[in-house]
């Protein structure tokens, strides 16, 4: 049983405040052709808002919130939409205004730096995620014909995403396709004492996605990783349905528990122009429902943007200055500058 967000309180932020400033600055810069001008505007159009237009968005960066996720309502709405296209072309150079794109960076901007990686996307800031025919069948955030499996955002790789936003330009017409997400605070309830035990424990290996250097994605054929870690209380996660095994059977079968207890309670966000969820990469997993696409310019249309509370750590453990990271996988090779093995 899935729960949705008209059954569940979510935390609610409302930013239409902004909405004057965003139309100002927005066209100012293409934010696909001119990145670092466009961060650059923005970070001038945070400083002329009031403290009480980003206090909610401070709070949350500071001290989390329920379930790791906050609803962002109210942004400045791109009139006349084009239709959704497969076209990444003609989306950087036709979309006519980038409200919703400048509402992004703000929102990275005042949580910390919008980053991306090389070796997806082609290294693009600004992921428009929306169907592809070719990926219908795929796991891959343009798929539609499968559900996108529960998961952080990149848990193998060393530069981790703090945060993950997902910004809605346009509805699903079935109002099929929806976001999944449910936060570690709200399954540790649910677990039992010995299964959080194993669960925090370096029982679990998770695969390295192909993209980055690994020929052998198979499903626990990585790194070691604890599922769960950080405060007891209020722990981060680290999971995806689809990389990760228990190293024993009584992993396997703990990981199997915690498996079920995540489909049963997920919500499920049907995201609208104007709305952005925002997920702490390390307190959330996310996914995505089933749908058929049309292709007809009707389908559901989102933006994901990347943040890094401090890019600094790409330049710590892998000695990438950019904001662009990259990186390749290689079995055995340790990051970082202080070694307690």
Do not use: C
């Amino acid at each position: 049983m899935t729960r949705t967000t008209t059954h569940v309180p979510m935390p609610t932020v409302d930013i239409s405040s902004w909405a004057e400033t965003i139309r100002r600055h927005a066209v100012r810069a293409n934010p696909y052709r001119e990145f670092e001008r466009t961060a650059a505007h923005a970070e001038e159009a945070l400083a002329s808002l009031d403290h009480d237009d980003v206090r909610a968005l401070l709070e949350f960066k500071r001290k989390g919130g329920p379930g790791g996720r906050l609803l962002i309502r109210n942004g400045a709405i791109d009139p006349d939409l084009m239709p959704t296209t497969e076209s990444t072309e003609d989306i950087e150079n036709g979309k006519g205004t980038y409200y919703s794109e400048f509402t992004l960076i703000m929102l990275g901007k005042l949580l910390g730096e919008p980053f991306s990686y090389s070796q997806e996307r082609n290294g693009a800031i600004i992921h428009n995620v929306r169907p592809a025919k070719h990926n219908e069948t795929n796991i891959s955030s343009d798929s539609s014909a499968v559900i996108l499996d529960l998961h952080n955002e990149n848990i193998y790789h060393p530069v981790q995403p703090d945060y993950l936003m997902l910004s809605g330009l346009r509805r699903d017409p079935a109002g099929v396709a929806k976001t999944l997400v449910i936060g570690a605070d709200e399954i540790l309830p649910l677990l039992s004492a010995e299964d959080v035990d194993t669960l925090s424990s370096f029982q679990f290996r998770t695969s390295v996605d192909y993209n980055f250097g690994n020929s052998d994605a198979e499903r626990g054929n990585g790194p070691a990783i604890r599922v769960l870690f950080g405060d007891p209380a209020s722990p981060m996660i680290a999971y995806d349905d689809e990389y990760i095994a228990g190293t024993n059977p009584r992993a396997q079968e703990a990981l199997d528990r915690l498996r079920v207890i995540l489909h049963e309670n997920m919500y499920a966000v049907d995201l609208g122009p104007g709305e952005t969820l925002l997920l702490d990469n390390l307190k959330t997993v996310h996914g995505r429902t089933a749908f058929t696409a049309r292709y007809d310019g009707t389908d559901r249309w989102l933006q994901r943007l990347l943040v890094s509370r401090d890019l600094r750590r790409a330049e710590m453990l892998l000695g990438d200055t950019r904001r662009t990271v990259e990186w390749n996988y290689e079995p055995g090779k340790f990051y970082g500058y202080v070694d307690y093995r």
